[in-house]
């Protein structure tokens, strides 16, 4: 192993591999390493300039036992960044320590003559490139060895009902309804990021981590250390990127259904809110309101004066966000254009189609700056010089026909290489042209992420989702992770996406208990594919804004007396913290912290609060413990210790420390405030 010391980096060279070392910010270092003659220099989730700091590295001999029995002299090298230090061994092998107590190791199963400690004869390596049969690029599989009684969590969003990762086996892909971001945070005070977007997986094994990366031409990951969860995630926004600061407008209610079919429908719903004195704060115009996909613009039928649809709603304080989705089908007025010009995705083999619901569609290709030139011009010119706020950018990871990802092929590369960045690319094809324009913080809306998307104005919910016990028991664990894994601005589709019968009083229950939920998460937003489905469509045609079914209504008022006024009186707490609300939005955009927290996240120091996966804080304030079961009445709450606890239905206070039982009549989910 040759060590060179060069502009306060270590390098690291052996059998045609190039290992680059150097401080990437507060505590923290990042590791990279490459087959070919040179990095490719991509930053990926790393745009943020670290801070400057100065890292002491050092080669040094150590005394080294030979299999014959003699010893002899080999070189190490370590290099170090406040409290973490990363040595290199003489055959390669990265340990990390923090503050100088070993955390992680790479794992090593080869013995060559050598007797290094859990030398075996397995033939396996610790960092193993792969080249690809007929390319010039590689597969990549890092090894790291499992430590004892590891806690994992953060990566991103998939569905599944806990939060402790370890013993997982996560696709690293983008799908609808599971987001891939790869950054993870331990128990053991250290936080990890793989800043590669290849489609791969990652194994949190009992026995060993081993990240994977399908194709790529680089080995790149961060790595930091700190005392908590919370300084974890500080450190990984300062290098990623902060969420921007949250308007305060849009902190009460969102009202969206799949689908208001015509502006007549819209200005009904608003009108009906405004004499009910609910403020709504966004109203959402959902998919195909279209000609067809890719035109971007309203069926003039259904919608012929959107600019005075949007001035009506403007002078009742409602925002306007509407859907558009990446597919255009080929009856698009701008499908050929954009084909003739190279700003699709393009498929290896087979014929040119990527997405076939209710069209024959090819998706667009944001890694191309031309494409999000493209698309934003038209989207400016039929959306947002109406006066439209927002853009909800649907299906955004893309949604596949069939996730094939070895068959698409972007600007930047093949989807095997940097498919996982496509959401974060689709949103900056709107976020960089809106900043441009000052009108005020962008927020649109997104199914999907990457690492660093906080930066680009991404509220980003859970996707299509059932409407079911267990579904929501699944989106509020991922939606803790999402926010351990940097994104703060989280929400979901309160009572799931798909219904079959919204008179069922099992859905209603549901929905009650979903909303409760999310009147303490960052955004309250109604939304949803309400059945049964025996509403006519408005004409006949196989296209445009008319021909595509709509759910029920999903107004507030919509499913009965009863349960409107617990909406109501829920949608008055939302409002009386707004001030509240607005504070944890600064923390987001100052040190990076989630609007939902785990339990240890607020309070590490609890042992109790690692193992607790059924409850959340809301902020530092608010312990929030919601009801995951049909006609359950009462459940069990864990109250942190060095806290004393007030119960917001009955203002009783209990002492920290200890499990309590408390009634959850329909109309109430338990909520405790910190005294």
């Given amino acids: 192993m040759e060590f060179i010391i060069e502009k306060n980096a270590l390098i ?26 040179k990095f490719t220099d991509n930053e990926w989730a790393l745009t943020e300039t670290p801070a400057a700091c100065d890292a002491e590295i050092k080669t040094f001999e150590i005394d080294h036992w030979v299999g014959d029995g003699t010893i002899d002299k080999r070189t190490n090298a370590y290099i170090k960044n406040g409290r973490i230090k990363a040595e290199i061994n003489f055959v390669g092998i990265i340990s990390f320590y923090r503050d100088d107590k070993l955390f992680l190791r790479e794992y090593f199963a080869m013995y060559d003559g050598t007797l290094l400690e859990g030398s075996r004869c397995l033939k396996v390596i610790n960092r193993e490139w792969k080249g690809i049969i007929g390319g010039s690029d590689y597969s990549l599989n890092v090894k790291f060895e499992a430590n004892k009684d590891e806690k994992i969590y953060g990566m991103g969003q998939y569905q599944q009902d806990f939060i402790d990762l370890k013993g997982s086996v996560l696709e690293l892909a983008q799908r609808n309804s599971q987001i891939s971001v790869p950054f993870a945070v331990s128990s053991l005070g250290y936080g990890f990021l793989w800043n590669n977007p290849a489609v791969g997986r990652v ?48 902190m009460g209610l969102w009202q969206c259904k799949l689908r208001y079919r015509t502006q007549d429908e819209v200005l009904t719903v608003a009108r009906q809110y405004q004499k009910e004195g609910i403020k709504i704060d966004q109203i959402v115009i959902d998919f195909f309101h279209w000609t067809v996909q890719g035109d971007w613009k309203f069926d003039t039928k259904y919608w012929p004066d959107p600019k005075a649809m949007v001035d009506e709603l403007h002078s009742m304080g409602i925002k306007v966000i509407v859907s558009v989705w990446p597919s255009v089908d080929r009856k698009s007025e701008n499908f050929y254009p954009m084909m003739e010009k190279g700003l699709l995705i393009k498929t290896e083999r087979g014929a040119a189609q990527t997405y076939d619901y209710q069209g024959d569609c090819v998706e667009i290709d944001p890694f191309n700056p031309e494409t999000r030139k493209y698309v934003w011009e038209v989207c400016k010119r039929n959306y947002y010089d109406f006066g439209i706020d927002a853009f909800w950018l649907d299906n955004s990871e893309p949604d596949y026909g069939v996730y094939d990802f070895e068959n698409y092929r972007y600007f930047a590369g093949p989807a095997l290489q940097v498919s996982n960045m496509y959401p974060q690319m689709y949103s900056r094809a709107y976020y960089d042209e809106m900043s441009k324009l000052g009108d005020g913080t962008v927020v649109n809306l997104l199914r999907c ?31 803790l992770n999402m926010g351990l894994a940097g994104i703060p601005w989280w929400t979901t589709d309160i009572g799931g996406f798909m219904t079959d019968d919204v008179n069922d009083p099992d859905f209603q229950q549901l929905l009650i208990r979903w909303y409760q939920f999310a009147v303490y998460s960052a955004v309250l937003r109604m939304h949803g594919d309400r059945g049964p489905y025996n509403i006519p469509p408005l004409d006949n045609r196989d296209w445009g804004g008319g021909y595509l079914h709509t759910g029920q209504p999903n107004e507030l008022w919509s499913y009965g007396e009863a349960n409107y006024k617990i909406m109501r009186d829920y949608y008055n707490v939302r409002i009386s913290m707004h001030d509240y609300i607005k504070s944890l939005y600064e923390e987001a955009s100052t040190n990076g912290s989630p609007l939902i927290r785990t339990m240890f996240y607020e309070f590490p120091e609890d042992k109790k609060c690692w193992e607790v996966e059924d409850q959340y804080m809301f902020g530092s304030e608010y312990l929030v413990a919601p009801i995951f079961e049909l006609n359950c009445f009462e459940r069990e709450v864990y109250l942190p210790a060095g806290a004393k606890w007030q119960l917001t239905s009955t203002n009783e206070v209990f002492e920290g420390g200890q499990t309590v039982k408390v009634a959850a009549p329909i109309e109430y989910s338990p909520v405790f405030k910190r005294a």
């Fill in 449 to 479: 992420a990457w690492a660093g998307s906080q930066k680009y104005g991404n509220v980003v919910w859970s996707g299509d989702v059932p409407s079911t016990f267990k579904a929501f028991k699944d989106q509020v664990c991922a939606g």
């Fill in 203 to 250: 194994t949190f094994g009992k026995n060993i981590t081993e990240w994977i990366a399908k194709s790529t031409k680089d080995m790149d990951y961060w790595i930091t250390v700190a005392d908590g969860p919370k300084d974890i995630v500080a450190n990984y926004a300062s290098v990623t990127g902060y969420a921007p600061k949250f308007p305060e407008d849009l």
């Fill in 12 to 37: 690291a060279k052996k059998a045609g591999e190039t290992l680059r070392i150097e401080p990437w910010g507060k505590d923290s270092l990042r590791v990279r390493s490459t087959m070919f003659g």
